[in-house]
């Protein structure tokens, strides 16, 4: 299994940055991506951004030049360095990995941390 855990939501006025963290810890065999999703309320999940282990890095369109994702990969970490802040970025923040498990080699899983809170306000 895979554990994540987040850390760096908050509120922060229009215009400000934030820094969302997140740790991954267990017995997986390997990841193979890691990266954001986020939810704001009455909407479906969407990609933030992700990076896959030497691919190419996806970010959404919405997010496109303000948002940067960086991983430590000996340390199973990712980051999300969020700048120019909108009120339109406002939604619960869910770090995401895909992984293959030593119990299940071959076998892509994905796993979901528990989700921080972003609050833009204008």
């Known amino acids: 299994q895979v554990q994540l855990v987040e850390s760096g939501g908050g509120l922060v006025q229009a215009g400000g940055s934030l820094r969302l963290s997140c740790a991954a810890s267990g017995t997986a065999l390997s990841i193979n991506s890691m990266g954001w999703y986020r939810q704001a309320p009455g909407k479906q999940r969407e990609l933030v951004a992700d990076?896959?282990?030497?691919?190419?890095?996806n970010y959404a369109d919405s997010v496109k030049g303000r948002f940067l994702i960086t991983r430590d990969i000996a340390k199973g970490q990712v980051y999300l360095q969020m700048n120019s802040l909108k009120p339109e970025d406002t939604a619960v923040y869910y770090c995401?990995?895909?992984?293959?498990?030593?119990?299940?080699?071959?076998?892509?899983?994905?796993?979901w941390g528990q989700g921080t809170q972003v609050t833009v306000s204008s």
């Open positions: 990076m896959p282990s030497g691919g190419t890095t």
């Open positions: 995401n990995a895909k992984a293959v498990l030593i119990s299940t080699p071959g076998v892509l899983t994905n796993y």
